[in-house]
């Protein structure tokens, strides 16, 4: 006759195999890993971080202010705030027909990150008149509560009014008296291509944290 022996409750809980100390930091590290993965995938494809370097768009942004930009499916908008990757600036030739390179911001030819406000984009007409500091587009004069003074200074880059090449931004900074910006031949018109994305968002400092518009 066969013995039949029951294990009770506790035995089985006796026989599970309980978690060790490895388990637990292995489930860590993967967790770890998980979220450094996802972070990197949201700031490669998403967004990106800029640090300021200068005063060209007081008041709106300062030096060493961190921002996040947006660069996915960017389209440039009148207004918005980006970050262009300057090389070369993009003025007109004599003739005011076609577009020429000159030579950028920086003397060796590198690049160099700038922040400024597009203020027009391909097929708006600019026109400035540097006597009263009013900027006009399309005809309209705009309506600027963040700049820090009224644009008086030309910088030689075009004759006014000029319109805007498809495929190119009109840029300035909102500290007009201290930007370089498309009214230099270093900048000019700045093609699409190398803007890196809209600003969105400062995160530093902390007190300043917020949207930016």
Do not use: C, W
């Not at 007081?58 to 262009?84: A, C, M, N």
């Not at 009109?170 to 190398?194: C, H, L, T, W, Y």
């Amino acid at each position: 006759m066969s013995e039949e022996y029951e294990v009770s409750v506790d035995t089985e809980k006796s026989l599970e195999k309980k978690p060790s100390f490895f388990d637990d930091l292995m489930d860590l590290v993967e967790s770890v890993i998980f979220s450094i993965f996802i972070v990197t995938l949201v700031f490669t494809f998403l967004f990106r971080i800029a640090t300021v370097d200068g005063p060209s768009m007081l008041d709106t942004l300062h030096d060493k202010d961190r921002l996040i930009i947006s660069h996915l499916f960017y389209e440039p908008k009148q207004g918005d705030i980006v970050i262009i990757n300057n090389k070369n600036g993009h003025i007109y030739d004599e003739k005011h027909e076609n577009i020429i390179k000159t030579r950028g911001i920086n003397p060796d030819g590198s690049e160099k990150k700038i922040v400024k406000r597009i203020i027009a984009v391909g097929g708006q007409e600019v026109n400035i008149d540097f006597k009263k500091g009013k900027v006009y587009v399309d005809n309209v004069e705009l309506d600027e509560p963040y700049i820090k003074e009224p644009t008086f200074r030309d910088e030689g880059a075009f004759r006014f009014p000029v319109t805007v090449p498809e495929g190119y931004v009109f840029v300035m900074g909102d500290n007009r008296d201290a930007s370089k910006d498309s009214r230099d031949s270093q900048i000019g018109f700045v093609p699409v291509e190398e803007i890196m994305g809209k600003v969105v968002f400062r995160i530093y400092p902390f007190k300043s944290l917020g949207v930016v518009r």
